[in-house]
């Protein structure tokens, strides 16, 4: 059952577990480091035409497993959807396989950031939140977890 789980939450293009989920036009997801790398290579742009017949040109990329398109016409990869709830998944699959918290090695650890789990940017996590099991940066802690009210018994590490 729990080989059966990993495959689910294992993304397709970097055989891994799912790191910043974020959603095409398909509704299939892909990390967020992967769609970066997918959009980085796009040879082909797509054209559109205009109510007024002026024709322009959008970055596209098309999904690994389905093949279809999704156009960024007017948002950046960053801009895309995150999937939440794949990403929650992913943590509770780690921590109930003993693999979450856990100290890593420095190997282990070497180009691993951790993300703000709201910014669309993807800046780097300043704190994350024991209880929430979420990561913020510095700009949306105070806004997403403030530090008053019921959140101010919350245990707050860095990342």
């Excluded at 693999?99 to 282990?108: F, P, Q």
Aim: hydrophobic share 35%; proline share 4%; aromatic share 6%.
């Amino acid at each position: 059952m729990a080989s059966a789980l990993a495959g689910e939450l294992t993304c397709v293009v970097c055989s891994d577990l799912y790191s910043s989920p974020v959603m095409l036009t398909c509704h299939h997801s892909f990390c967020l480091v992967c769609v970066r790398k997918l959009a980085k290579g796009l040879e082909r742009r797509h054209k559109n035409t205009v109510e007024n017949h002026d024709e322009t040109t959008a970055d596209v990329i098309t999904c690994p497993q389905c093949g279809q398109e999704t156009s960024l016409e007017e948002k950046v990869v960053d801009d895309l959807p995150r999937n939440f709830l794949l990403q929650n998944i992913v943590k509770g699959y780690l921590k109930d396989n003993g693999k979450e918290g856990r100290k890593m090695s420095v190997s282990e650890f070497e180009g691993k950031l951790v993300l703000c789990d709201f910014c669309v940017g993807s800046s780097a996590a300043a704190m994350t939140c024991v209880e929430c099991r979420l990561a913020y940066c510095s700009r949306c802690l105070p806004v997403v977890h403030p530090p008053r009210g019921y959140l101010a018994r919350h245990t707050l590490r860095k990342p």
